[in-house]
C-alpha cells in the first residue's frame, strides 16, 4: 500500500512537472500581442524602430501605413522602403518615451487589433495595429496613427 502511494506521488510529480514546462515553452497569442506592445512603447530609437519593423514583412503581406491623412502602401515591390520611411516619420518622436495609457487587444483567429492610446512628449497619439498570423507568426497589415 505504502508502496503503492509513493508510485502515485512520482506519476503525479512527473504529470505536474510536464505540465509545468509545457506552460513555459508555449507563448499564447496574448503574450505575443503584449510583446508586441513592448516593442513599439518607451523610448524612440532606431533600434526601438528596427525592433517593431520586425513584425512587418512586406513580401509575406502587404502592409498598409496611415499618418496624417496620408495612405502608403508596402508590398514585395518597395518593401526597402518601409524602414526609411519609418525612420522618417518617427524622427520628430526620436529620443522621447512613448507611454501606454489604454490598450485594447482584440484576437479573431488568425486576425488581431491591437489599439492604443499612448502619452508621447507632444501629447496624446491613437494608434491601431491590425495583424495577420501567417503559420505561427504574427504579421503588420495596418498601421494607423492618429
Not at 42 to 68: C, F, W
Not at 100 to 120: C, P, Y
Not at 138 to 143: E, G, K, P, Y
Amino acid at each position: 500500500m505504502r508502496r503503492t502511494g509513493i508510485y502515485l506521488l512520482v506519476i503525479l510529480s512527473i504529470v505536474v512537472g510536464a505540465a509545468v514546462v509545457t506552460d513555459a515553452i508555449v507563448v499564447t497569442d496574448r503574450e505575443r500581442m503584449d510583446e508586441f506592445i513592448d516593442s513599439v512603447t518607451g523610448q524612440v530609437s532606431e533600434s526601438r524602430i528596427d525592433n517593431a519593423l520586425r513584425y512587418a514583412d512586406p513580401s509575406k503581406v502587404t502592409m498598409e501605413l496611415v499618418h496624417d491623412g496620408h495612405r502608403r502602401r508596402y508590398s514585395s515591390r518597395n518593401a526597402a522602403a518601409l524602414k526609411p520611411d519609418a525612420r522618417k516619420a518617427l524622427a520628430s518622436l526620436e529620443g522621447s518615451k512613448l507611454r501606454l495609457i489604454q490598450e485594447s487587444i482584440s484576437l479573431d483567429g488568425e486576425r488581431a487589433r491591437i489599439a492604443l492610446r499612448l502619452r508621447t512628449d507632444a501629447g496624446l497619439a491613437n494608434t491601431v495595429f491590425d495583424l495577420r498570423r501567417e503559420e505561427d507568426e504574427w504579421i503588420l497589415r495596418r498601421v494607423i496613427v492618429n
